[in-house]
């Protein structure tokens, strides 16, 4: 209405504030990184945080996640939650294998990212092993905070291309690993739209 009003009032003059420009490439990637789904794919207690990251009181909604996609066909983020064992990797490759591209991992916790305290035969010794994994979340388990800390970094690897720009450099994933938060800290809070 803006635009039509301006014109019948100034000519084309008064189309100056009502266009924006940008590329297209940025666009693109600025949507995909305010719309990306995450797999349904909780393995232990992490998956606990990760499920209360997505309710009402942290409300992952407010990024663009507030569905966990039950087909990984229909998703573009693997949330490790939790230890893998050597029984699940398969299936934990198979289920990558199937999301669509472009996608990215979080590791999130310890036992993911390392095996943490599971230190034997039965338990993958860190996830990278199985998936190229873009960022660490440490703790374990990790806070909402830290998961949303997580989530993201990887929205903005996504929307300023570096994580396309190493994982072509490297054949792997990002690699990023953040600092962890601790449950309600007020010195290091989360604030929408300062980054
Ligand atoms: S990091 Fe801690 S909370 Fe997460 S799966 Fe391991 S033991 Fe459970």
New binding site residues.
Partial sequence: MAIVRDVLDDGLGGLEHNFLTGRVEDLVKWSRSRSSWAATFG????AI?MMGTGAAHYDLARFGMEVFRASPRQADIMIV???VSQKMAPVMRQVYDQMMEPKWVIS?????STG??FNNYAIVQGVDQIVPVDVYAP???PTPETLIHAIETLHQLIEDGEIMRRRAATGAGANVHITEIAAGATTTPIVLGAR
């Fill in positions: 393995l232990a207690c992490c945080e939650a939790g230890r999130m916790g310890v036992c993911a943490g305290m703790g374990c388990p």
